[in-house]
T-cell receptor, first 115, second 114 residues
Framework: AQSVSQHNHHVILSEAASLELGCNYS??????LFWYVQYPGQHLQLLLK??????LVKGIKGFEAEFIKSKFSFNLRKPSVQWSDTAEYFC?????????????FGQGTTLQVKP | EAGVAQSPRYKIIEKRQSVAFWCNPI?????LYWYQQILGQGPKLLIQ????????DSQLPKDRFSAERLKGVDSTLKIQPAKLEDSAVYLC????????????FGPGTRLTVT
């Protein structure tokens, strides 16, 4: 069965520190990959997505992610975090040729940025 | 554009009671999804509609959960009877096509079953 694994459940950083959140998925075929963010009290929002082409994807608010097919990974990065990045981050995969839009989410990573 | 609307935002019921949630997607979005998010986990798809037809309900506990989208616009998700393990946030999302591009999530309904 398809699955998504996020390595870090809770990350605490100081402002200006660099961020990398790990995401691995289990599916051998074509995948579409996503990172969603949920700020406190707000809706889930799309941070960035990968469908094809350049494996380095840039999203909103200075976030980027790199798709490494050989490692089944799609790690999220930001060179310098801000207090406002405090949120929960979800990696998600849409796998298979049917492309029904079904997303499989990881369990999420809570990021706490200390001012 | 207006976002995905959900109501109620919070609901507390006792086990064995029934409950219904409502979702109004973004205007023109043909695809509508219901997700269940249990505390500490990522959202899990319960059911997907394309217009008023069901595309995927493989993870919907059909003995107690039901959902409908009769006119291809808004949708209701019902639980009857509720169990303690149904305590979760129920998220509605919509998109303009069956693909994952541009999926918009609503604020969710937080259900507590006591």
């Amino acid at each position: 069965a398809q699955s998504v694994s996020q390595h870090n459940h809770h990350v605490i950083l100081s402002e200006a520190a660099s961020l990398e959140l790990g995401c691995n998925y289990s599916y051998g075929g074509t995948v579409n990959l996503f990172w969603y963010v949920q700020y406190p009290g707000q809706h889930l929002q799309l941070l960035l997505k990968y469908f094809s082409g350049d494996p380095l994807v840039k999203g909103i608010k200075g976030f980027e992610a790199e798709f490494i097919k050989s490692k089944f990974s799609f790690n999220l990065r930001k060179p310098s975090v801000q207090w406002s990045d405090t949120a929960e981050y979800f990696c998600a995969v849409n796998a298979g040729s049917s492309n029904t839009g079904k997303l499989i989410f990881g369990q999420g990573t809570t990021l706490q940025v200390k001012p | 554009e207006a976002g995905v609307a959900q109501s109620p935002r919070y609901k507390i019921i006792e086990k064995r009671q029934s409950v219904a949630f409502w979702c109004n997607p973004i205007s023109g979005h043909a695809t509508l999804y219901w997700y269940q998010q249990i505390l500490g986990q990522g959202p899990k798809l319960l059911i997907q509609f394309q217009n008023n037809g069901v595309v995927d309900d493989s993870q919907l506990p059909k003995d107690r959960f039901s959902a409908e989208r009769l006119k291809g616009v808004d949708s209701t998700l019902k639980i009857q009877p509720a169990k303690l393990e149904d305590s979760a946030v129920y998220l509605c999302a919509s998109s303009a096509a069956s693909q994952s591009r541009g999926k918009h999530f609503g604020p969710g309904t937080r259900l507590t079953v006591t």
